[in-house]
């Protein structure tokens, strides 16, 4: 993901991913800017602090786009 530039959509729902793993999804979309949608709903990890984190990144992506 951190250097596909192909990649427009990815849904996670309901996985295992941990804080740890948002984490890295925040830090990969300061970089990738072809994402413009991840569903990483119902994950162990994922909190309002992710929630929002992400939706940025994506709305910047989108912006972009």
């Known amino acids: ?3 596909d530039t192909y990649l427009k ?14 984490k890295e999804f925040v830090n990969v979309l300061k970089t ?5 949608n991840l569903d990483v709903r119902d994950n162990k990890g994922f ?8 939706a940025i990144k994506l709305l910047n992506n989108i912006w972009k786009a």
């Open 1 to 3: 993901l951190l250097y």
């Open 9 to 22: 959509s990815l849904d996670l729902w309901n996985n295992v991913i941990n804080e740890k793993g948002m």
């Open 32 to 36: 990738n800017s072809t994402v413009l």
């Open 47 to 54: 909190n309002s602090t992710y929630h929002w984190k992400i």
